[in-house]
Every structure is written in structure tokens, then in C-alpha cells.
């Protein structure tokens, strides 16, 4: 089970710290997702943070804005967000894959198997 939170209403500019908590003893066989949905489009990757060694993947727009970790001894996977612009403004979904590390697969919605039921960010001008 994976429980997001920290989203809400700030303006242009400023930061929020996402959170998943995840339940269960192999968290850390997980890579670990973090994908937004705006209304009448699909889910888009924003970032991930594989399960062997931490490495981290990033979609082109939150590069330099974005940061993605996970505390494995905590179950958690956050996602820092700097300088949110209106464009970010989306529901945020955590997500966990089991064993996957690479790149594309990382960034496909299809390869998780377990979602959260997401947290609405909203970014005004």
C-alpha cells in the first residue's frame, strides 16, 4: 500500500515536499516513481529513484527543480519540488516497480505495480 501526501495550493515560485509512505517488509526491491495527471491526459513520468543504488531519473521539465529520494529504513520515497510554476499543477501519484533500474522502463507508467491514490498539487500565477 503506498500513501502520498504534502500536496496543495502555493504560488508560482515556491516549493512543496511530496511523501509515500509504503507498507510491507521488500520496499527496498522497489524502484520507486513519482508520476501527475492533469484532467483529460495521461499519466506523465516526473521522476523515479531505482531500488539497487539509488539512482535517480528525472522527466526534461522538473530537471534542476525536481529531486527524488527514499529513505529505506523509513518506507518512504519523496519528491522535493523547487521554483513550481502553474504547468506543474496535477494530481501526483506515487508508484512502486518491482526490480526494474533502467531508464525507459523507469518512466513508463505500466511498469508499476502498485499506485497511491495521489495528491492534488495546484500552483497559481
Known amino acids: 500500500q503506498l500513501v502520498e501526501s504534502g500536496g496543495g495550493l502555493v504560488q508560482a515560485g515556491d516549493s512543496l515536499r511530496l511523501s509515500c509512505a509504503a507498507s510491507?517488509?521488500?520496499?527496498?526491491?522497489?524502484?520507486m516513481g513519482w508520476f501527475r495527471q492533469s484532467p483529460g491526459t495521461e499519466r506523465e513520468f516526473v521522476a523515479a529513484?531505482?531500488?539497487?543504488?539509488?539512482?535517480?531519473y528525472y522527466a526534461d521539465s522538473v530537471t534542476g527543480r525536481f529531486t527524488i529520494s527514499r529513505d529505506n529504513a523509513l518506507h518512504t520515497a519523496n519528491l522535493q519540488m523547487n521554483d513550481l510554476q502553474p504547468e506543474d499543477t496535477a494530481v501526483y501519484y506515487c508508484?512502486?516497480?518491482?526490480?526494474?533500474?533502467?531508464?525507459?522502463?523507469?518512466?513508463?507508467?505500466?511498469?508499476?505495480?502498485?499506485w497511491g491514490q495521489g495528491t492534488q498539487v495546484t500552483i497559481s500565477s
Open positions: 529513484v531505482t531500488w539497487n543504488g539509488g539512482i535517480t
Open positions: 510491507g517488509r521488500t520496499f527496498h526491491l522497489y524502484t
Open positions: 508508484g512502486a516497480a518491482r526490480l526494474i533500474d533502467d531508464s525507459i522502463t523507469s518512466a513508463q507508467a505500466g511498469s508499476y505495480d502498485y
